[in-house]
C-alpha cells in the first residue's frame, strides 16, 4: 500500500512537472513558471482545481475521518486500548496513554488543516475571480501566495516535531541540553 501510495505521488506530479517552463525575463516575479504561479494560475484551472480537491480537500478529509475513527475506538466504542484487568496502575497509563493518543491526534489533524488548507482555498479562491483582480492586486496576492506556499511546506517541519514531543524522553534531553547550554554560558560569563 505504501509503495502505490509512492509510485501514485511520483505519477501525479508528472503534469505539474511537464507544465513547468523557464521564464528568461530577468524582472519575473517567478523565474519558473509552473501552473501554481500567479503568472500561470489563470491557465490551468482545471488542473489547480482538480488537484486543489484530489491533494488538498481529500486528505484533510481522509486524515479527519482516520482520527475520528481511532478516537472513537479509544473513547467511545473502547475496542482500542480495551479496559485490561489488572492493577489500579495498568487503568491510570491506559488513561493516560489515552489522553496523549488524543492530544496528539488534535494537534496533527489541526496541524495538517492550518498548514494545506490555506493553499487549496487561495487556489480555488484565484480560479473564482478574474484574471484582472489578480493584476490590480498582485503584490497583496503574491504575499498571500508566499505564506500559504510557506505553511503548505512547513507541515513536514511541524509533523515530526509534533511526534517528538510527544515522547518524554525526547522532551527530557531538550531540557538537558538547554540546561547544560545555560548553566556553561553563566559560568563563561562569571
Known amino acids: ?6 509510485v501514485f505521488a ?14 528568461t525575463n530577468p524582472l519575473s516575479t517567478y523565474p519558473c ?3 501554481w504561479s500567479l503568472d500561470e494560475y489563470f491557465d490551468h484551472k482545471g488542473y489547480i482545481i482538480f488537484s486543489s480537491v484530489l491533494f488538498g480537500f481529500f486528505p484533510c478529509i481522509v486524515v479527519f475521518t482516520c482520527y475520528f ?30 489522553k496523549q493518543l488524543l492530544k496528539l491526534l488534535v494537534c496533527l489533524t489541526v496541524l495538517f488543516s492550518v498548514c494545506s488548507l490555506p493553499f487549496t ?12 483582480t489578480v493584476a490590480n492586486n498582485s503584490e497583496r496576492f503574491f504575499l498571500v501566495h508566499r505564506i500559504v506556499r510557506f505553511l503548505l511546506i512547513s ?6 516535531l509534533l511526534y517528538a514531543f510527544q515522547r518524554s ?11 547544560v547550554r545555560v548553566c556553561q554560558k553563566g559560568t563563561n560569563e562569571s
Open 33 to 35: 513558471t509552473r501552473p
Open 69 to 98: 475513527e481511532i478516537l472513537r475506538g479509544t473513547f467511545i466504542t473502547n475496542t482500542i486500548f480495551a479496559a485490561t484487568r489488572g492493577s489500579k496502575r495498568q487503568t491510570l497509563e491506559d488513561q493516560c496513554s489515552r
Open 1 to 6: 500500500m505504501v509503495a502505490s501510495l509512492w
Open 121 to 132: 482555498i487561495f487556489f480555488i479562491y484565484l480560479t473564482a475571480v478574474d484574471k484582472t
Open 155 to 160: 507541515n513536514s517541519f511541524f509533523n515530526p
Open 10 to 23: 511520483a505519477l501525479s506530479c508528472i503534469p505539474d512537472f511537464m507544465a513547468n517552463t523557464i521564464d
Open 169 to 179: 524522553n525526547y522532551r527530557k534531553g531538550l531540557k538537558r541540553i538547554f540546561y
